[in-house]
């Protein structure tokens, strides 16, 4: 199958592989899977004090797309706020890389990455603001 | 021929538990059957018959042999979808497990440690014969829910072994 250009670029030239430091209280982790494929995606984001996302990191195991998909999102992320970054929508991201019908999912799995990430941060937060 | 019963096709009981040497002997039966080769003289609609035989029986075989497709086979065929691209709820835990592995091969691969890919393979294998164990069990007792889950897990399972073994060959 043919990628686009965009998917090949971030495929072989992917941004922001990596972790963060998962206990930082500003960190927040979305692990997530598709059951289609068997390919699994992490996300990682900081934020600061002001609720705009610092830094994001990402490891994917799977097709090209996905991981493209990944790499993009994370892009995307840094500078926004987590209720923006709640915002993107899979189809933003499989528009922007052309990505084919089969391989939608990769896009709904990025999606689903970041909609974890954000939910584990703001998980955090509430936790601390409790205590 | 949507309604081509894959189990049937290859004579084999509709069950998870499968007998690998029936397939595989069944499946080149069918395929040289209807292999072209056959059919250079025959009429235009017998060789599209033929190449659709041949088709659908490769789409069987595919689906068979891989534990967690048959899995999802299995339970399509009773009306339950496992795998929908929409659903990418997986347990945190599992999750975790499946990329702590990744990363580990990751590792090994790139430092060309064949010796703990084998570790690796060995341990992802036992805890893939494992659910499919649970699985057994499961079909068996039609617990369908508990069976459905199972077979989105044994998914994972099967590709990274599959992705294990390939890193293994590419160091070998």
Redesign the interface.
Known sequence: MAYSDKVLDHYENPRNVGSLDKNDPNVGTG??????????M?LMIKVNDNGIIEDAKF?T?GCGSAIASSSLVTEWLKGKTVDEAYAIKNSAIAEELALPPVK??CS??AE?AIKAAVADIKAKQSARATV | MPSTNYFELFKLPQTFSLDVAILESNYRKIQSESHPDRFVTASPAEKLASMQTATTANEAYQTLKSPGLRAAYLLSLQGVTAIDEKNNQMPADFLMQQMEWREAIEDAENASDVSTLENLLEEIGIAGKSLQESLKNQFQHNHLSEATDSTRKLIFMDKVRADILKSIEKLD
């Open positions: 692990m997530v899977g598709a059951p289609a494929c068997g390919d699994v992490k490891k195991y939608i999912h709904v799995l689903d």
